[in-house]
T-cell receptor, first 114, second 113 residues
Framework: DTAVSQTPKYLVTQMGNDKSIKCEQN?????MYWYKQDSKKFLKIMFSYNNKELIINETVPNRFSPKSPDKAHLNLHINSLELGDSAVYFC?????????????FGPGTRLTVT | AQSVTQPDIHITVSEGASLELRCNYSYGATPYLFWYVQSPGQGLQLLLKYFSGDTLVQGIKGFEAEFKRSQSSFNLRKPSVHWSDAAEYFCAVGGGSQGNLIFGKGTKLSVKP
């Protein structure tokens, strides 16, 4: 059984388009995250949702909007895509309040903007 | 502010040789420390973690790491490297109020026959 899944795995689109990436976890976790990995492999937190409430919003352009319909899902919608948005986007989940802060990651979505 | 430094961008070792990947962190309290591995084109897999207790922690795939508070380090080791260990390795610190992880910039491991 897949713990954290993301769709699509690859996404190629043109500048100016709007796209969404979906994430689902079946671990019973209550916190989900979006990370961006740039071309130099650097991973940086973008958003975090705990029980459907946004608890992190790093300096991310407002073209990026996370949406969490329930604790098991956290989608990422991106408007007016730009070349610089090309990256790998990882979803992760954890159980907030536990002693671990251990996060489980999805396989990633490689976004290419042309 | 929390930060993680992985001083080595790229390391090459021979198959069967020992490995040590360095990680230094900056954190005000007792840190939660992690090592993740990312194989080419894959997601991140947790190798091991440290929260408290024994400072030498064992992980999957034969890896271990030692927490040294005095040096603010959490180095990853493996006694004998296999070709399948070639990957990118990330050290991370967690435990902030938001529960997010702060990652180092990664160390790419290459294994030569």
């Amino acid at each position: 059984d897949t713990a954290v899944s993301q769709t699509p795995k690859y996404l190629v689109t043109q500048m100016g388009n709007d796209k969404s990436i979906k994430c689902e976890q079946n671990l019973g976790h209550d916190t989900m995250y979006w990370y961006k990995q740039d071309s130099k492999k650097f991973l940086k937190i973008m958003f975090s949702y705990n029980n459907k409430e946004l608890i992190i919003n790093e300096t991310v352009p407002n073209r990026f909007s996370p949406k969490s319909p329930d604790k098991a899902h956290l989608n990422l919608h991106i408007n007016s895509l730009e070349l610089g948005d090309s990256a790998v986007y990882f979803c992760a989940s954890s159980l907030r309040g536990s002693s671990s802060y251990e996060q489980y990651f999805g396989p990633g979505t490689r976004l290419t903007v042309t | 502010a929390q930060s993680v430094t992985q001083p080595d961008i790229h390391i090459t070792v021979s198959e069967g040789a020992s490995l040590e990947l360095r990680c230094n962190y900056s954190y005000g309290a007792t840190p939660y420390l992690f090592w993740y591995v990312q194989s080419p084109g894959q997601g991140l897999q947790l190798l091991l973690k440290y929260f408290s207790g024994d400072t030498l922690v064992q992980g999957i795939k034969g890896f271990e790491a030692e927490f040294k508070r005095s040096q603010s380090s959490f180095n990853l080791r493996k006694p004998s490297v296999h070709w399948s260990d070639a990957a990118e390795y990330f050290c991370a610190v967690g435990g902030g109020s938001q529960g997010n992880l702060i990652f180092g910039k990664g160390t790419k491991l290459s294994v030569k026959p």
